[in-house]
């Protein structure tokens, strides 16, 4: 006697034979897509930023999807401040960052089990430099002329904004009280932006935004310059081994022009906790520049 299967088989049956069918000639199924957050604070106006850093994302997901067996997707997460900025890398909320020497400091200084993947490197050095600048028509022309001046600094975290800029100050004889009155205002183009329009005396800028603002047409001038050791980027305290070796040997390995450009380096190099004494210094030396 023949059997008859009962329609839930029947059903079963030709659900297996249509993937069969629609399955036919395909590979494995794909791997579940990698998505990683990337950490940046605004430390100039966000939007440029987010354009600034795509086309280096873009070449780091394409590196990191053959070494971590991708697809890699990176989401760029801009925090409104220096000291959000570090709370999400501390917090582990972006899984890397590219942050600036001081917030390295303090962001180590918080937790001591985040790691440096690379530094920025800059013309074959590790150095970029800070500026103080004035108006191009200005009666300032050296660090003696400043006292009375209004000064312009960027944000309270700033390497170059604040710590590096007051330090220099400091070793130069002026101090907070000899100024006529000072402020934070937060990003370097708001500093240079605030300059030329004659609002403060001077301020404290990195080399970057004050040229993209002389290009902009914004009448400045440099009174005088500082060392600045390059960006680091620094991996959360609990990234898994595997992902921050592979996004290390990605940066060390990025050679694409266009990518680099964009930001404004020719590539990266290894680093370590002793490339930024000379920000630990400064930063412990501030209160100084207060009394």
């Not at 794909?30 to 440029?48: C, H, K, M, V, W």
């Not at 937790?111 to 103080?132: N, P, R």
């Not at 960006?231 to 940066?251: E, F, G, H, M, Y």
Request: one cysteine or more; glycine letters at 8%; hydrophobic letters at 45%.
């Amino acid at each position: 006697m023949r059997r008859r299967h009962s329609p839930p088989v029947l059903a079963v049956l030709s659900m297996v034979a249509v993937m069969a069918v629609a399955g036919e000639g395909l590979g494995p199924a794909s791997a579940a897509e990698i998505r990683l957050n990337f950490g940046l604070y605004a430390s100039d106006q966000p939007t440029r930023m987010v354009q600034k850093f795509r086309p280096v994302l873009d070449a780091l997901e394409v590196a990191l999807n053959k070494r971590l067996g991708g697809p890699v997707k990176i989401h760029t997460q801009v925090a409104k401040n220096y000291e959000k900025g570090i709370e999400d890398l501390v917090a582990g909320r972006v899984d890397f960052s590219r942050l600036g020497p001081a917030s390295y400091v303090l962001a180590r200084n918080s937790s001591e089990d985040i790691s440096i993947l690379a530094i920025e490197q800059v013309q074959g050095k590790k150095i970029f430099y800070g500026f103080i600048c004035v108006r191009d028509n200005s009666a300032i022309n050296s660090i003696a002329d400043l006292k009375g001046a209004r000064f312009a600094f960027g944000a309270r975290e700033s390497t170059i904004g604040r710590y590096l800029s007051q330090l220099y100050l400091l070793q130069h004889g002026i101090r907070a009280m000899d100024l006529a009155y000072y402020e934070y205002l937060g990003r370097h183009d708001k500093v240079g932006s605030a300059v030329a329009a004659g609002a403060f005396d001077v301020g404290a800028v990195k080399e970057n935004t004050y040229y993209r603002l002389v290009a902009e047409g914004k009448r400045l001038r440099v009174i005088a310059s500082f060392p600045n050791v390059s960006k680091p980027w620094v991996a959360r305290p609990d990234l898994p081994r595997r992902t921050s070796d592979a996004i290390r040997a990605a940066l060390l390995e990025l050679d694409d022009p266009a990518a680099l450009n964009s930001l404004g380096n020719d590539g990266f190099v290894q680093g370590s906790d002793e490339d930024f004494a000379a920000i630990r210094v400064a930063i412990e030396r501030n209160r100084f520049f207060f009394e």
